[in-house]
């Protein structure tokens, strides 16, 4: 199963954003959950042994239906995930299963709380465990994760939750049986249900508002951590409400203000799906929550949530993610440089904005999503000078919004409490399709800006015309030159040998410890993409390679300073022996170390990485290796950049 969950933002933006598996090949997790009878399971009680018990209560897995589902993995932190074959040195295909539950979402969370140290707790109901298995697969997660409750049914749990009776009593109290519908719309924390639901189903998501917030705040009181994660809902496929057609998880993360002793509710959120899918709904709801925990790190111990009100998303799931949905961005070419209407868009109260500081880094809402902030919002945090100097990307969704890149020097601040500025290089790969591209193109305008302010004509200073989007040249001499941003052709190759059983990557000084890729370089003056492949691999390794074999694959903006990258996949010269491997030879001016490496290898190098996160960072892997989360001999870019994607459909192609 290769789905991709697309969510579509809140209603002030028109896109949507994409959760994509780490693993492409089917989850056994899945698999066996669906040969699982739920309808036995109480719950469980998840421990580290190095982590302090949860109050009196014992570990407990009341239904061995789940032991069974989770094959004992989950207490070690590791989980059955996907079955992969490979084939050595001409012996027979050996079948391996690799482990990990571990999704970026919840590697960037674990990462965060690491760095924060910072510790969380988790009571979950629909997800099964899910949430769980996700913080503990990820390596080093026991300095912050604690262990967590699964309460499936809130009437048979009470021993489970930390052996508050009370607690018990509180949440069978919120439950739809026990609790009407409450009639005040002011009580709903400014939540507003699909007219389409039912009373009844209204009532039971009313129901899981209140049991999500008296959990996590007794949990975080419990086990005394920073955070605890409370997780409630319906994941289908039959549902109990009357008209219930698709699943919903309602979320909440308790946790303290800075300066504040007071446990309080610091973010909630309801999540709908469009599907009956348990499985799906239980990986789409857990992914869910990590989002929110990660929200709430990102806005800081000081985050000022407003817990009178809940934000609500509408989630699909396809079976594979619609290329045209890059189209609700349209770049507004043919208007650029229509005055009028320019005029008109840079004053537009809506007009959403790129944030980007410095050069180097972007303004982030969430690890997949960007902060577009609007003008409204946004117009009395910075001086006025840095909005006329706004650059007009284009406009956003149905509505056609205006959207621009607003450049701010290096040591500017974030316009609010949740945002967070990142590096552009390493972090934007992580976003979703086209929040990725709204944040090299703006980047690309500010490098373009930076390095272009005369007129390599006649070297007279340059205005910027068309939103930005173009300059034209001040001289009095009667001729005006006009200057558009380029971007220069390099290419991106993964070389391997004739049977394909290797591939060559390499490791630059830039690259933090063991990180190898593809080799690229810049397409000389007069030199057609292929003679270009052949003369880089050969300058930088001493491989030749077929021409013949040369074939695209992909291209990718690179705008570091302003490349496009343009990638391949080539073979070297076939001889007698196709399994042979070529002679390197390293030009120690470019790279520090290439090698050849198996399929096998560097498919555990794609699962390492999609757990890492930003492996382009070399703090961060610096930090786990340091730490003992990760013992392993190759890490190869992150998901996102187009030297994976030469990866993994090598590795997808036998």
């Not at 496929?237 to 998880?249: L, Y």
């Not at 997949?368 to 000078?385: M, Q, R, S, V, W």
Request: charged fraction near 20%; proline fraction near 5%.
């Amino acid at each position: 199963m290769n789905n991709t969950i697309r969510r579509p933002l809140r209603s002030s933006i028109f896109f949507s954003r994409t959760l994509q598996s780490t693993n492409p090949r089917k989850l056994v997790w899945q698999e066996n959950l669906r040969s699982s009878n739920p309808r036995t399971a109480l719950g469980c009680i998840f421990h580290f042994s190095s982590a302090p018990p949860l109050s009196s209560a014992k570990p407990y897995i009341a239904s061995n239906s789940i032991a069974a589902s989770l094959n004992g993995a989950i207490f070690e932190g590791e989980s059955t995930n996907a079955t992969h074959t490979s084939k050595r040195n001409g012996s027979k295909s050996a079948k391996r299963e690799s482990t990990s539950f571990a999704t970026p979402l919840f590697q960037s969370l674990v990462e965060r709380l690491k760095s924060n140290k910072q510790t969380c707790t988790v009571v979950e109901s629909s997800c099964g465990g899910l949430i769980s298995a996700s913080l503990m697969s990820v390596p080093g997660s026991s300095t912050v994760y604690f262990g967590g409750t699964v309460a499936y049914s809130t009437k048979r749990s009470g021993k489970l939750l930390c052996g508050d009776e009370d607690l018990h009593k509180r949440l069978l109290n919120v439950s739809p049986e026990n609790k009407p519908i409450d009639s005040n719309p002011e009580n709903w924390h400014n939540l507003h249900f699909d007219p389409m639901l039912s009373e009844e189903t209204q009532q039971y998501i009313q129901s899981k508002i209140q049991w999500t917030r008296e959990a996590a705040l007794a949990y975080c009181r419990h086990l005394d951590t920073d955070f605890a994660i409370a997780e409630g809902g319906a994941t289908g496929p039959t549902f109990r409400p009357e008209g219930m057609k698709a699943g919903f998880a309602v979320l909440a993360v308790a946790g303290h203000r800075k300066g504040s002793d007071e446990i309080e509710i610091l973010a909630q959120r309801v999540v709908y799906s469009d599907s009956a899918d348990r499985t799906d709904n239980m990986r789409l709801f857990a992914d869910s929550a990590a989002d929110l925990c990660i929200e709430v790190l990102n806005a800081g111990p000081e985050v000022s949530a407003d817990v009178n009100g809940i934000s609500t998303e509408y989630t699909q799931m396809d079976d594979e993610w619609d290329a045209t949905e890059t189209l609700l961005f349209d770049r507004s070419s043919g208007i650029r440089n229509n005055s009028e209407i320019m005029k008109d868009f840079y004053q537009r109260p809506d007009a959403m904005h790129v944030v980007v500081r410095g050069a180097t880094e972007v303004l982030f809402a969430t690890s997949k999503e960007l902060a577009l902030a609007p003008y409204k919002d946004i117009h009395g945090t910075y001086a006025t000078t840095f909005f006329d100097r706004r650059t007009f990307l284009g406009r956003l969704g149905p509505e056609q919004t205006p959207l621009f890149a607003l450049f701010l020097p290096e040591d500017a601040a974030t316009p609010d409490e949740k945002s967070y500025f990142a590096n552009t290089r390493t972090r934007a790969p992580m976003l979703t399709p086209l929040h990725n591209e709204l944040a090299l193109t703006a980047t690309a305008y500010i490098n373009w800006q930076k390095t272009h302010q005369y007129c390599n004509v006649c070297g007279s200073p340059l205005e910027l015309i068309y939103g930005g989007t173009c300059s034209k040249c001040t001289n009095k001499n009667g001729e005006t030159h006009f200057h558009w941003p380029r971007q220069d052709p390099s290419i991106i190759v993964l070389v391997t040998n004739p049977s394909s059983t290797h591939a060559l990557l390499a490791r630059s000084p830039r690259h933090p410890p063991y990180l190898y890729t593809a080799l690229a370089g810049f397409v000389e003056a007069g030199e057609n993409m292929e003679c270009a492949v052949a003369r880089e691999v050969y300058e930088e390794s001493g491989v030749a390679v077929d021409g013949n074999s040369v074939e695209y694959v992909g291209s990718q903006s690179w705008p570091f300073p302003r490349s496009c990258m343009i990638g391949f996949h080539a073979k070297t010269h076939s001889s007698r022996n196709v399994d042979e491997l070529a002679a390197i030879n390293i030009d120690p001016d470019e790279l520090v170390d290439a090698k050849w490496f198996e399929k096998e290898d560097v498919y555990q190098a794609t699962r390492d990485a999609d757990t890492m996160g930003a492996v382009m960072e070399r703090k961060l892997v610096e930090e786990r290796i340091a730490s003992g989360g990760w013992n392993g001999k190759l890490f190869v870019p992150s998901k996102g950049v187009l030297a994976r994607t030469l990866i993994d459909k090598w590795l997808e192609s036998n």
